[in-house]
């Protein structure tokens, strides 16, 4: 199960990667006066867990700038 876990994990973030590349050169397009863009990454556990879960669902941030 661990190498389907992680070729499952290294699709999402290939994916999220390329998507938010895109997103992000589309923005600096629109916005050609802001030298550098501060940004924040949050990756959510969106899953629904029992009643009886005592742990927090994972919650993990990135913040950091992107200069022109």
Known sequence: ???TTRNDIRRLL????VQADE?????LEKHPGV???RLRITLQ???EYS???TEAPLHF???GE???
Not at 14 to 17: A, S
Not at 23 to 27: D, E, I, K, Q, T
């Open 66 to 68: 992107v200069r022109r």
């Open 1 to 3: 199960m661990e190498e």
């Open 51 to 53: 009643s009886q879960a």
């Open 14 to 17: 290939k994916v999220f990667g």
């Open 45 to 47: 556990d969106l899953t």
């Open 35 to 37: 030298p550098v863009l």
């Open 61 to 63: 941030e990135v913040e």
């Open 23 to 27: 997103a992000l050169m589309a923005h």
